[in-house]
């Protein structure tokens, strides 16, 4: 079996790696390999050394004799937008080659998920069904970053004398509205107060290649995508471009043509865009302010031209 491990050390980047595999036998590196010859359970321990003999070390349990069960959720697929309290109907397919599956021991819980943590609200045993949530958002704030979690496992019987073991999947289901905020990763944009956004604070300090990215996504079935933004000043929003493409039967876009704010108040407004609406590229548009959004992962680019004067856009909250 293949081992994998990483170390770093403030003071040094010399450092030496060893394994003790559990059986009597020792590796070394990072990326080892080893077979256990017996069945049975081992602890293999990894140790990195400096220069001075100071030493770090971390293990991992190995049971050998039994596998672990692969639980895969067919459905709802990972990013599957859905309101939350809505019932989630599931599919989950298990597969374990030292015995058959007994659907009947198959764990779905729906967990309500908020910031970098989820609590369980509902479950169901079986390899299909429906979870039922407690409507609503669990009384979080209507601009709190909340998600559904799904999440499935089943527990084996054990084999060959050894202990049992779990298998386990999750997928995220995303709420139909997203404050720009809480976004996933970013380049070169600032999150700012601003009065009047929703939840009081919008994506700024925008400029040519900066974009802002929420993953993940899963758009099959979606019609149109709103996005809101407005200028950072007196100067009109002329242009703007997004292209989402999950796979080519949902891709969106905007027509570079009447997406003027003029003098509409705050300067802000939300453009429904038509799936039909661009399949390639934006006529007239130049390469550098098109951007496209790949398996699953949406990126928001600056998707504005200013008139007049240079100087950074918003990306306002919807």
Known sequence: ??????????????????????????????????????????????????????????????????????????????????????????????????????????????????????????????????????????????????????????????????????????????PPHRQAEHFGTQQGVSVIDKTGANGGKTVGDIHDGDWISFSPYKFDGQKKLTVRASSGGSRRLRRAAHRLAHRPAARFGVHPADRRLGDVPERRRAAALPAEAHHGDLPGLPGRRRRAVRRGRLRVLQGAVHEGQEGPGLLQDG
């Open 1 to 174: 079996m293949q081992f994998t491990a990483s170390a770093k050390d403030a003071d040094s980047p010399d450092l030496t790696y060893s394994w003790d595999f559990g059986d009597g036998t020792e590796g070394e590196g990072l990326n080892p390999t080893h077979k256990y010859k017996k069945v049975g359970t081992y602890t293999a321990t990894f140790t990195a050394k400096d220069p001075e003999g100071n030493t770090g070390n971390a293990s991992v349990r190995i049971v050998v004799g039994n596998t672990e069960p692969k639980v895969r959720i067919e459905v709802p697929g990972n990013g599957t937008l859905l309101p939350m309290g809505e019932p989630v109907p599931f599919k989950v397919k298990v597969t374990d080659p030292e015995e058959t599956i007994d659907c009947s021991k198959v764990k779905v819980a729906y967990s309500l998920g908020h910031d970098s943590h989820a609590h369980e609200l509902t479950s169901e045993m079986g390899c299909e069904g429906t979870l039922n949530p407690p409507p609503g958002d669990g009384g979080h704030d209507p601009n709190a970053n909340i998600y559904g979690v799904v999440g499935a496992s089943y527990t084996d019987g054990g084999a060959n004398g050894q202990e049992a073991l779990t298998g386990t999947a999750r997928t995220v289901i995303q």
